[in-house]
């Protein structure tokens, strides 16, 4: 029973959290994308940091399918 809850909870979360930060992000992600064949070095690990979190709903998703009890971090 309590793991239904974790799975309304992580429900919860990626409604009013995680799916507003993912779609921040994305706008910067693509912004960037053409720049990284210039500027390979920052722009690279900046990217990398971003794409975690834009698919960090996948899992939540996961998360919400399995009824996992602990956090799923992007990183």
Known sequence: MHRIVYAIFWMLVLWFFVWPVASFCAWFWI??????????????????????????????????ANCQTTFPAPF
Do not use: M, Y
């Not at 070095?41 to 834009?54: M, R």
């Open 31 to 64: 912004v960037l994308q053409p720049l990284e064949a210039c500027f390979p070095s920052p722009i690279k690990a900046i990217n990398t940091f971003l794409e975690k979190l834009i698919t960090w709903p996948r899992d939540f998703g996961h998360a919400i």
